[in-house]
């Protein structure tokens, strides 16, 4: 089995690669191939990969090569978890909303945007060289923004699912209150990617959501940074990008007076990568799990190799039957949420194996709900239409549609501020 990960340089990697040698028995790696441009990056991080591995015993060869096309040839699937314009962008991301009274944030709002506009084509361009080179290869994306790009490989014609580790955050979480083991609990998720609510916990066949808030409620909701009071009302638990949408005026005034989460990220990584270069270390540091991405590895694995046809219970219960597993991912709506588009994707629990992965019904979203997930799909819509044609009418009216925006001057000041960010980046522009 030969997989492919496109931004292999990333700091994220060595989580990876831990869940791929520690779940060797569920996705029998014999060859990871570790892309990316920045060379002396990915030496210091396919070095490690290569320890990690050594460490547990596995078999598998860790090739690195800057050449895509090289790296994708013959891959059984290929992950991608690239960042366009580096933690530079990101920094630029958090930080120009703010002068319009918007939260800066790179997957939400108008930071969202312009990550979008800029990781679109790049992605697009991947999957083009893919399909060449591997055309019965499955995309797995975990580039961000999830939703936006997953939408745009799959109206592309793309062997492709989305993945985010919200779901099975939650889920890891959600286990260790109920002291459960993390394959008996399964999640009613629900909604859009980074627009989420776990509106029930199963298990043992039994809903114990109200358990969860009642004797947890407090942990929850700081976890959350969101009022208790809240979860108790609603009986649910958002994810926590809601606190964007739910307090973004809080939200604002602290990015406004503290550190990035970009500037943060960065001190970090800096810190990664001198571990990452010291010869005698062969695990994945413990400061790798404040740089975000927990459980990516064990998700991202599960999906891999349920696509592979090698079943795995993941994060949203046991097996359907038919050779498929259930996994929260994203994917293409097909009527499941019947006030959004057929071609919208959302994030919801899925049948997934070798033909692909295909929503499991939910039932009826209530309107509290419905309403924000239809505007942000809109908004979605838009910001692909964008990504894809280009142009400055295109940038505003999804901005003006955003939630997070919706005014004609904020809309109109945020788009000259994106596209003065973002004009070395979009050939359009």
Same mark, same amino acid.
């Given at each position: 089995?030969?997989?492919?990960?496109?931004?292999?340089?990333?700091?994220?990697?060595?989580?990876?690669?831990?869940?791929?040698?520690?779940?060797?028995?569920?996705?029998?790696?014999?060859?990871?191939?570790?892309?990316? #441009?920045?060379?002396?990056?990915?030496?210091?991080?396919?070095?490690?990969? &290569?320890?990690?591995?050594?460490? =547990?015993? %596995?078999?598998?060869?860790?090739?690195?090569?800057?050449?895509?096309?090289?790296?994708?040839?013959?891959?059984?699937?290929?992950? /991608? =978890?690239? &960042?366009?314009?580096?933690?530079? !962008?990101?920094?630029?991301?958090?930080?120009?909303?703010? *002068?319009?009274?918007?939260?800066?944030? *790179?997957?939400?709002?108008?930071?969202?945007? +312009?990550?979008?506009?800029?990781?679109?084509?790049?992605?697009?361009?991947?999957?083009?060289?893919?399909?060449?080179?591997?055309?019965?290869?499955?995309?797995?994306?975990?580039?961000?923004?999830?939703?936006?790009?997953?939408?745009?490989?799959?109206?592309?014609?793309?062997?492709?699912?989305?993945?985010?580790?919200?779901?099975?955050?939650?889920?890891?979480?959600?286990?260790?209150?109920?002291?459960?083991?993390?394959?008996?609990?399964?999640?009613?998720?629900?909604?859009?990617?980074?627009?989420?609510?776990?509106?029930?916990?199963? /298990?043992?066949?039994?809903?114990?959501? #109200?358990?969860?808030?009642?004797?947890?409620?407090?942990?929850?909701?700081?976890?959350?940074?969101?009022?208790?009071?809240?979860?108790? &009302?609603?009986?649910?638990?958002?994810?926590?990008?809601?606190?964007?949408?739910?307090? %973004?005026?809080?939200?604002?005034? *602290?990015?406004?007076?503290?550190?990035?989460?970009?500037?943060?990220?960065?001190?970090?990584?800096?810190?990664?990568?001198?571990?990452?270069?010291?010869?005698?270390?062969?695990?994945?540091?413990?400061?790798?799990?404040?740089?975000?991405?927990? %459980?990516?590895?064990? !998700?991202?694995?599960?999906?891999?190799?349920? /696509?592979?046809?090698?079943?795995?219970?993941?994060?949203?219960?046991?097996?359907?039957?038919?050779?498929?597993?259930?996994?929260?991912?994203?994917?293409?709506?097909?009527?499941?949420?019947?006030?959004?588009?057929?071609?919208?994707?959302?994030?919801?629990?899925?049948?997934?194996?070798?033909?692909? !992965? &295909?929503?499991?019904?939910?039932? #009826?979203?209530? #309107?509290?709900? +419905?309403?924000?997930?239809?505007?942000?799909?809109?908004?979605? =819509?838009?910001?692909?239409?964008?990504?894809?044609?280009?142009?400055?009418?295109?940038?505003?009216? +999804?901005?003006?549609?955003?939630?997070?925006?919706?005014?004609?001057?904020?809309?109109?000041?945020?788009?000259?501020?994106?596209?003065?960010?973002?004009?070395?980046?979009?050939?359009?522009?």
């Amino acid at each position: 089995m030969r997989l492919a990960v496109v931004g292999g340089g990333s700091t994220y990697t060595p989580e990876l690669i831990d869940g791929f040698a520690r779940l060797r028995d569920v996705l029998p790696v014999d060859e990871l191939v570790l892309v990316d #441009p920045e060379t002396d990056r990915l030496e210091l991080v396919g070095g490690l990969a &290569r320890r990690i591995l050594a460490r =547990q015993g %596995h078999p598998g060869r860790i090739v690195l090569t800057g050449d895509l096309d090289a790296g994708v040839e013959g891959a059984d699937a290929v992950l /991608l =978890q690239l &960042r366009v314009g580096g933690q530079d !962008a990101r920094r630029e991301d958090e930080t120009w909303p703010l *002068e319009c009274g918007c939260v800066g944030q *790179e997957t939400t709002g108008a930071g969202g945007l +312009a990550k979008a506009l800029r990781t679109v084509p790049v992605v697009l361009d991947i999957a083009e060289r893919v399909r060449r080179r591997s055309p019965h290869a499955w995309i797995v994306d975990f580039t961000n923004p999830v939703g936006i790009v997953t939408r745009a490989l799959l109206t592309a014609g793309h062997r492709a699912v989305g993945l985010c580790n919200v779901a099975i955050g939650f889920q890891r979480r959600f286990a260790a209150l109920l002291d459960a083991d993390p394959a008996d609990v399964s999640l009613d998720h629900v909604g859009l990617n980074h627009l989420t609510w776990e509106r029930g916990v199963r /298990l043992g066949g039994t809903d114990v959501l #109200p358990k969860l808030i009642a004797e947890h409620g407090d942990t929850l909701a700081d976890t959350l940074r969101l009022p208790r009071t809240l979860l108790e &009302r609603l009986g649910v638990v958002p994810s926590y990008y809601l606190r964007y949408y739910y307090r %973004h005026d809080e939200a604002v005034r *602290e990015q406004r007076e503290g550190t990035s989460r970009a500037a943060e990220v960065a001190g970090i990584e800096r810190r990664l990568l001198e571990m990452y270069a010291d010869p005698a270390l062969d695990r994945k540091p413990e400061l790798l799990s404040q740089r975000g991405g927990a %459980h990516y590895s064990d !998700a991202a694995v599960a999906l891999t190799a349920s /696509l592979l046809g090698r079943q795995r219970t993941g994060t949203g219960g046991g097996a359907p039957g038919g050779g498929e597993d259930v996994q929260v991912v994203n994917v293409l709506n097909r009527g499941t949420l019947p006030f959004l588009p057929d071609d919208a994707v959302i994030e919801v629990p899925a049948a997934v194996g070798p033909h692909g !992965a &295909r929503p499991l019904p939910v039932r #009826p979203l209530e #309107p509290l709900y +419905a309403g924000l997930v239809a505007q942000v799909t809109a908004y979605e =819509q838009l910001a692909l239409e964008a990504a894809l044609k280009g142009g400055r009418d295109r940038v505003f009216e +999804a901005l003006l549609c955003h939630p997070l925006v919706g005014q004609i001057d904020r809309a109109e000041q945020l788009t000259d501020s994106l596209l003065a960010h973002n004009r070395h980046h979009l050939a359009w522009a």
